[in-house]
């Protein structure tokens, strides 16, 4: 376990304690996904609210990422919040704890692909690209969209990735730009 | 039961079910999932609320196959409704009878899980009350600034990622007091066993579902 | 039993200009019981925290000794038998749910064979007298009793020397006392070395060895002897005062308590309670530690529950919208960077005054404000980089700004100098004088804020009353 040794303590729970803040956040968006599915169920397009959110439960592995920038700590980050979330009693069962691997590790591999040298937004976007690639695969197992018409998944597919690059892209930069400027990240990782 | 093998049955299950397509298969694991979690003492209200969260969804992905699928698109939307209900029933079974600390100590002890991963998402868990909370007041300091901090506000993810970056600094330093020491043996005192029977349950389980999905004829 | 040195201790943070601790050079007797006070934000913290090992000390720059062993020099699993911390803030203290697991977490980290570890736990809280919570989430527990079983850590531990950060800054007086009787008798009976850091002095005159001051020089000074007595009675003195305030019977009321009752986690903190609270006057709330004078704050501004009725201005608080309703009352945080939302000092600034209530605050008036709070020329700081006390004061300003017609203010003056307590007071004055604001303000810190005060309220023993002597 060699990777293991370059993670403190300190990184763990931060990106536990991260993954937990995201979730009960998230928790507040339910309404958007009930409403939205509600409504666009009867015209069999109920995937389009997952879609539309799917991105805001991948900020988590994106974010862990960014912030640790050790190998593994997108998958690692989006596992934990995944754990956490299957405790809490999510809609999802024993599927989050999948979902959440194969989000994490599709994150992971937007940095891999640069070579964990690109915190900027190369990295971000390539990490949105690979994470629709990778969870869109398993959505077409999982949530049997191989059966659907090839223009139903075609717009899937784009809501999906627009999601992706906005809440993992835009609003992960946003959000890295306001930590870059506020000095605390310097701190967090010499102890 | 061993908390990680029932952990690795029941992924190998959800992972097999995602691929497989039928119906009555995914029942049947319902009912055996309503049947182990009977044995042990669940409320019927839990059950129920079982069957009520996630129904929504279910409808969702039925309602999408049944109108935008191709092929048997009946079949389609019943192996996607009670696939959900298959995902749910057998991960109560877990979330419902183990908790955390006991996955913890099975991870540590029998998998060789660093100690500082295990104790440490530990450490994060139990301050779940604390961080809803927290949101609360990260969102109720930005209304008395004037600013409402929706779920799409870097400000709110910014606010809670410092606090996370604090708190995560206090409870580290706080277990290092409490003699934690990173990647140094520790003794244990609650057993975590892993006996042949683990094992034997794991094996039988699989060839179980292996038979459920190639054998039984449920057509 | 355990002597601790510093020798030429010194240590900056990353980005502060001056070292917090200069050449220091002290030697803690074994089994005795010591003071440190100084102010808040002086470096207690980081002494202590140096001492634990939690912070590493850079080369050459003094050293830690435990017996003539630099601390350095002892392997890290063996760091818990010879020393432990107790930390301020008792809610990021615990790894585990329940107080069981946590003292079962620390015994194992310290290698001890399982089967000795139930001995060890029951005695550690028999000793502690909390054999009761044994079983008990830590969640569920009040503030007293979770430094209590920080206490219970330590003792099942068994750590030769045992350092406490401000350990009663949310522990009610009938915990302090039991906690102090406990380290007194640790001290007595197993020969502990004590260090206690606090800036409150009641009560340990006859309790303590040794008062170790942090000198404005940034080192450390041992209080002799005969000037003990003078240290605890000027203090003693600050907290006392002659002002006598009158219960108000008449005005338009603001706040309504109709039956409340809060409680905290398992316990009540307050008793059901009929009160009135006036508009347009400043109302100061004193109590000890841990009554829950806080938590009313934040069940005043729907942050925490509570039962019976509580109305604003005539009208139920739970039936206004969330967002209108923060306008109205705004609390001031005691944790300065709760307020924050932004980067820099001007950034807050301008985003106050985009979103102020009133106008009052013109740009010429904010100038005026930050020269008044030596705050100016500062305007382009990360606010993460200010000291403590210029966030204090910053986080005022802003919240002075937004001019919510009531603004509840949770310890406004913790941890800052006199200078700027009289410049804060003198800003809220005239600022009141031309806003009309309503100001409730708990405090534990009179000097200077006395002549702002129109009425007290005394939150003590579940009951919250108006009371006209303090």
Redesign the interface.
């Given at each position: 376990m060699k990777w293991a040794k370059s993670w403190y303590l300190s990184d763990v729970i931060l990106i536990a304690l991260i993954g937990i803040f995201f979730g009960a956040i998230f928790m507040g968006t339910n309404y958007v996904y009930d409403v939205l599915t509600a409504a666009l169920a009867p015209v069999g397009l109920a995937g389009l609210a997952n879609e539309l959110l799917l991105g805001l439960w991948c900020m988590p592995g994106m974010l862990a990422g960014y912030l640790l920038r050790l190998k593994g700590s997108a998958t690692l980050g989006e596992l934990l919040a995944a754990t956490v979330e299957m405790f809490f009693g999510g809609q999802w069962g024993i599927s989050t704890l999948i979902s959440g691997v194969l989000q994490g590790f599709g994150s992971e591999l937007g940095y891999i692909a640069t070579r964990y040298k690109h915190y900027d937004w190369l990295g971000l976007t390539a990490s949105a690209i690979t994470t629709t690639l990778v969870t869109f695969a398993w959505d077409l197992a999982k949530n049997g969209y191989f059966k659907l018409q090839f223009w139903l998944l075609v717009l899937y597919f784009i809501v999906r990735f627009i999601s992706m690059f906005f809440f993992g892209g835009v609003l992960t930069k946003l959000i890295t730009d306001l930590l870059d400027r506020s000095h605390v990240l310097k701190s967090t990782h010499n102890n | 039961m061993n908390p990680s093998i029932k952990l690795l049955l029941?992924?190998v299950?959800?992972?097999e079910i995602?691929?497989t397509m039928i119906i009555s298969l995914n029942v049947a694991l319902v009912i055996l999932a309503i049947i182990y979690l009977g044995l042990h003492g669940t409320k019927l209200k839990t059950l129920a609320w079982l069957l009520v969260?996630?129904l929504?969804?279910a409808?969702?992905?039925w309602?999408?196959?049944?109108?935008?699928?191709?092929?048997d698109?009946t079949l389609?939307a019943w192996?996607?409704f009670t696939?959900?209900y298959a995902?749910?029933?057998?991960?109560?079974t877990?979330?419902l009878t183990t908790n955390?600390?006991q996955l913890a100590d099975a991870l540590e002890q029998n998998w060789?899980l660093?100690s500082?991963?295990a104790?440490?998402?530990?450490?994060?868990?139990?301050?779940?009350?604390?961080?809803?909370?927290?949101?609360?007041?990260?969102r109720?300091?930005?209304?008395?600034?004037?600013?409402?901090l929706s779920?799409?506000s870097?400000?709110?993810?910014?606010?809670?990622?410092?606090?996370?970056?604090n708190?995560?600094?206090?409870?580290?330093?706080?277990?290092?007091?409490?003699?934690?020491?990173?990647?140094?043996?520790?003794?244990?005192?609650?057993?975590s066993a892993l006996h042949a029977r683990d094992w034997i349950i794991l094996g039988l389980g699989i060839i179980g579902m292996q038979i459920g999905v190639f054998v039984i004829p449920w057509h | 039993m355990a002597t601790i040195t510093l020798h030429n201790l010194t240590f900056s943070y990353p980005e502060a200009v001056a070292p917090i601790l200069d050449q220091v050079n002290l030697t803690f007797a074994s089994g005795q019981f010591t003071l440190l006070t100084g102010p808040s934000g002086t470096g207690k913290s980081t002494l202590l925290k140096l001492m634990t090992g939690l912070l590493s000390l850079p080369a050459n720059q003094g050293s830690i000794s435990f017996n003539q062993t630099d601390l350095t020099a002892i392997v890290p699993t063996d760091r818990a038998a010879q020393v432990a911390l107790m930390f301020q803030n008792p809610n990021q203290q615990f790894a585990m749910d329940t107080v069981e697991n946590e003292l079962i977490f620390a015994l194992e980290n310290r290698q001890l064979p399982p089967q000795q570890i139930p001995q060890r736990l029951t005695a550690a809280l028999d000793f502690v007298g909390i054999s009761h919570l044994r079983h008990r989430h830590l969640n569920h527990l009040s503030g007293g009793e979770k430094q209590k079983v920080a206490l219970a850590v330590i003792v099942a531990m068994d750590s030769d020397v045992i350092l406490l950060d401000e350990p009663f800054a949310s522990v009610d007086p009938t915990a302090r006392a039991s906690l102090l009787r406990r380290l007194v008798r640790l001290r007595d009976e197993a020969g502990k070395t004590i260090i206690l850091a606090d800036h409150d002095l009641t009560d340990y005159e006859p309790l303590i060895d040794n008062v170790v001051r942090i000198t404005a020089e940034h080192t450390l000074a041992i209080v002799p002897q005969v000037q003990q007595p003078a240290l605890f009675q000027a203090f003693n003195q600050r907290v006392s005062t002659h002002t006598t305030w009158p219960t108000p019977t008449s005005g338009t009321p603001l706040f309504q308590l109709k039956q409340v009752t809060l409680q905290q986690a398992q316990h009540q903190l307050l008793e059901p309670t009929d009160l009135t609270i006036y508009q347009h006057q400043t109302t100061l709330i004193t109590g000890p530690n841990g009554s829950g004078k806080s938590t009313l704050f934040e069940a005043l501004v729907r942050l925490q529950t509570y039962s019976g009725q509580l109305t604003y201005l005539g009208k139920d608080i739970q039936k206004l919208k969330r967002k209108a309703y923060a306008r109205q009352v705004a609390l001031l945080f005691q944790d300065a960077e709760t307020q924050f939302l932004n980067i820099t000092v001007a950034e807050e600034l301008a985003q106050c005054q985009k979103y102020a209530y009133g106008d009052y605050f013109t740009p010429a008036h904010i100038d005026a404000a930050l020269q008044q709070l030596n705050l100016a020329g500062h305007q382009d700081q990360v606010i993460y980089t200010l000291s403590e006390g210029q966030k204090k004061k910053l986080q005022i300003l802003l919240m002075l700004i937004m001019q919510s017609p009531v603004l509840l203010l949770d310890e406004p003056l913790k941890g800052l100098d006199l200078a700027s307590i009289n410049a804060l007071v003198q800003l809220l004055k005239t600022t009141l004088a031309a806003t009309q604001q309503t100001l409730i303000i708990i405090s534990h810190q009179l000097t200077g804020l006395t002549p702002l005060i129109d009425c007290h309220l005394r939150f003590d023993q579940h009951q919250l009353q108006y009371q006209e002597a303090f």
């Open positions: - | 029941l992924l299950i959800a992972l995602s691929f969260v996630p929504l969804p409808i969702g992905l309602s999408t196959q049944y109108i935008n699928g191709s092929g698109k389609m192996v996607l696939r959900i995902f749910v029933f057998t991960g109560a877990f979330t955390i600390l060789h660093p500082k991963f104790y440490g998402v530990l450490a994060a868990y139990n301050l779940v009350p604390k961080i809803q909370h927290e949101v609360k007041v990260i109720a300091a930005g209304l008395m600034r004037g600013q409402q779920f799409w870097p400000q709110l993810y910014f606010k809670a990622i410092l606090v996370s970056i708190w995560s600094q206090n409870l580290a330093q706080a277990m290092a007091s409490h003699g934690f020491v990173e990647d140094a043996p520790r003794t244990h005192y609650r057993h | -």
